[in-house]
């Protein structure tokens, strides 16, 4: 069994900055693909960045060059550093890994 929890959403400005964690425990014996997406109310659940093990990652084009994935020292810890944030990425942003999901961090900015 995984368990994947995020931290580090909140409330902020238009213009602002957030850096989201996402830490794995449980059964896990070697690095994994992991990756975060989020949902806004009303809408479907969209892929924002994802990271392999070696280390390579890929984002959707709404957050190319705004958005940076990247892992942690610990072993499946992953973060998104988050800027130049705008009212359209608030969301509930979830880790993932396989077929494991976090419970999710809200993010929300406001104009």
């Known amino acids: 069994q995984v368990q994947l929890v995020e931290s580090g959403g909140g409330l902020v400005q238009a213009g602002g900055s957030l850096r989201l964690s996402c830490a794995a425990s449980?059964?896990?014996?070697?690095?994994?693909?992991m990756d975060w997406y989020r949902q806004a109310p009303g809408k479907q659940r969209d892929l924002v960045a994802g990271?392999?093990?070696?280390?390579?990652?890929t984002y959707a084009d709404s957050v190319k060059g705004r958005f940076t994935i990247s892992r942690g020292n610990a072993k499946n810890t992953i973060h998104l550093q988050m800027n130049n944030l705008k009212p359209e990425d608030t969301a509930v942003y979830y880790c993932?890994?396989?077929?494991?999901w976090g419970l999710g961090t809200q993010v929300t900015v406001s104009s």
């Open positions: 993932s890994m396989g077929k494991y």
């Open positions: 449980g059964s896990i014996f070697r690095l994994n693909y």
């Open positions: 990271i392999t093990s070696t280390g390579y990652t």
